[in-house]
């Protein structure tokens, strides 16, 4: 019998929030956004589902506008793995949330944590 290895060092939590993401390589005036929703959360991750798909390892710019929390985060993260979920659904995405250094990011950490 296949185990499957768990890799998550956070705890996962459910809720369904919106997002914009956008490539960070292009240059700002040139990246395009697509809105996402955003499935779960932890403090270093999310897990989103939209019709545009990135590859693995592709840097992420994402505006989580996470209206439970009262609050909207400005973070940068990097595609970890992506599913198909068929020609209509479109993927799901997880995402590895960066250590930027800045306020979102420990403002994310205290509310996720």
């Known amino acids: 019998m296949n185990k499957i290895e768990e890799r998550r060092r956070y705890k996962r939590m459910s809720l369904e929030e919106r997002a914009i993401v956008r490539s ?3 240059e700002e005036s040139d990246r395009t956004g697509f809105h996402c ?3 779960d959360v932890s403090v270093g991750g999310m897990q989103i589902r939209l019709k545009h798909s990135y590859p693995v390892g592709e ?3 994402i505006m ?3 209206e439970g929390y009262g609050n909207s985060f400005h973070l940068i ?9 068929g020609k209509t659904d479109g993927y799901a ?4 949330i960066q250590d ?5 990011i420990t403002d994310w950490r205290r ?3």
Do not use: C, H, P
């Not at 930027?100 to 979102?104: K, L, S, V, Y």
């Open 24 to 26: 960070y390589a292009e």
């Open 37 to 39: 929703k955003i499935i």
């Open 59 to 61: 840097k992420l710019d």
């Open 64 to 66: 989580a506008y996470m």
């Open 77 to 85: 993260g990097e595609v970890k793995w992506l599913k198909s979920l």
């Open 93 to 96: 995405i997880g995402i590895e």
């Open 100 to 104: 930027t250094r800045d306020q979102a």
């Open 111 to 113: 509310v996720f944590n």
